[in-house]
């Protein structure tokens, strides 16, 4: 077992454009050397070849997606100004209204729901000029009954989830990038099986207005791409204010991508934390994450207070009583078409008292405390992602690695460094400090940076 950056997604035939990154596809769009509807058949040709296998699209409608690249195609043409994502495929988990386009969320219940207006993020995906490909596949609700989304490398496995679709989407060349949203460990997790990167923001970062709630607290839109760039560049198009979401702030743009492609002021110092749940983690990750402090060197590891051994405990009690609260009318009116697995989350959450909520609610800021006086010393912790390679497709895997950083609302980031006995991808889990996204950004790159100069592997 060696750390190293995952390979290629997939062993079907090469997948022309449809291979290119984000940052990539844009600027050969913008220049001309290639149309946005060339480039939007490729990835259609793509999802034509694999998606039978892979199963990662819940709508996909063709001449939706091509009247939009050719739009753009004639915007370019009259010298019409361009953003920076003009004329390049995108897809939007199906938890998140697209205007026009089926929002069904996973559900029988929600059968033939299209909204009639953008969810924030993607008004913004939008303005940025990006072509919306299609909705991806999220399990039920976005919670833990697996949809029919396959894991490219072997697809006898899961891709995790909750945002299943978009991982394998992108994962495959089906699009070169992707938004999934995050409650639990919703990016983090199918990023790491998938061997992609995921970027889970810090909370109230971007705005969650036209996407189904689950938990206020917790609920966090992300980005999936098979860059570290291509994520930090899809998170400053979706982050950003909005008045519609109290949980934003006003504040400038984030500049992600600028400071993660910035050289660091001094060496980044990480702190390896194995959390209370690492008898959970498979002998692979054990190892790979030894291998990678190894090569990395003067990494420290770091021991969490004792009051994180409550960390899953705290955030269930909160995220099942606000999923009670949400999914009340589903349950009401058609609890027998949902998921047994569901049915089970909402009776646990509507138990739960209201003294032990708030309780639990209060929490967060001593987990911030005790996470502050790390980040004081350290950059960023590196920690798993998940306990392994992916399971078989019954689940979507355990996302107990990434319940703490979720609960306390900080940055996160799976990176594809390792790649575990059965030749399958485990991401490292990256987290920062909560508000200071960009520095993890920079931070992540420079230790993939360190990784090909001191094992010599590349991506």
């Not at 990662?56 to 953003?83: F, N, T």
């Not at 000029?129 to 029919?148: D, H, N, R, S």
């Not at 984030?254 to 498979?282: G, I």
């Amino acid at each position: 077992m060696t750390a190293s950056v995952a390979g290629a997604a997939t062993e079907a035939t090469d997948p022309g454009l449809a291979g290119l990154g984000l940052r990539d596809a844009a600027r050969l769009v913008a220049s001309g050397t290639i149309s946005s509807e060339e480039l939007t058949a490729s990835c259609l040709a793509r999802i034509a070849e694999t998606e039978e296998q892979i199963g990662a699209w819940a709508h996909l409608d063709p001449d939706y997606a091509l009247m939009q690249a050719r739009s753009c195609d004639a915007k370019r043409a009259a010298g019409d100004p361009l953003g920076v994502l003009h004329g390049v495929p995108v897809g939007v988990k199906d938890l998140v209204d697209v205007a026009g386009l089926p929002c069904e969320r996973g559900t029988i219940l929600d059968a033939g729901r299209r909204p009639d207006r953008d969810a924030h993020a993607v008004s913004q995906i939008r303005a940025a000029g990006a072509v919306i490909l299609g909705k991806t596949v999220t399990t039920e609700l976005a919670l833990y009954q697996p949809g029919k989304t396959r894991n490219p490398h072997d697809i006898t496995r899961t891709p995790g989830g909750s945002s299943s679709g978009s991982a394998a989407a992108v994962a495959d060349c089906m699009v070169p990038g992707a938004i999934g949203s995050q409650t639990n460990g919703s990016v983090i997790r199918p990023a790491s099986f998938c061997g992609i990167y995921g970027y889970k923001p810090s909370a109230g970062m971007v705005s969650r207005r036209g996407v189904a709630p689950l938990s206020e607290t917790f609920d966090t839109l992300g980005t999936l791409a098979r860059s570290l760039e291509d994520a930090a560049l899809l998170g400053d198009v979706i982050a950003g204010y909005d008045a519609g979401d109290p949980w934003t702030r006003p504040a400038g743009p984030p500049k992600l991508l600028e400071t993660a492609l910035s050289e660091p002021p001094v060496r980044p110092r990480f702190a390896f934390v194995r959390t209370p749940l690492w008898d959970r983690a498979d002998e692979d990750t054990r190892e790979g994450l030894a291998h990678l402090c190894a090569a990395l060197g003067d990494v420290d590891e770091v021991g969490l207070p004792d009051v994180f051994e409550r960390a899953l405990d705290l955030h269930g009690t909160v995220m099942g009583a606000e999923v009670a609260l949400n999914f009340a009318h589903y349950y009401e009116r058609g609890r027998d078409r949902l998921s047994e697995k569901l049915r089970a989350v909402i009776e646990t959450g509507q138990r739960v008292l209201a003294r032990d909520y708030l309780a639990a609610k209060e929490q967060i800021h001593t987990f911030d405390r005790a996470l502050n006086d790390i980040f004081d010393r350290y950059d960023a912790i590196l920690t798993p992602a998940t306990r392994g390679e992916a399971p078989g497709s019954e689940t979507t895997g355990d996302p107990a690695f990434c319940t703490t950083w979720t609960f306390c609302g900080v940055p996160a980031v799976s990176v594809p460094l390792l790649v575990g006995s059965n030749g399958l991808p485990i991401g490292v889990q990256v987290v920062g400090r909560r508000g200071q996204d960009g520095r993890l950004l920079r931070s992540v790159r420079w230790l993939a940076a360190q990784l090909v100069t001191r094992t010599g592997r590349s991506e």
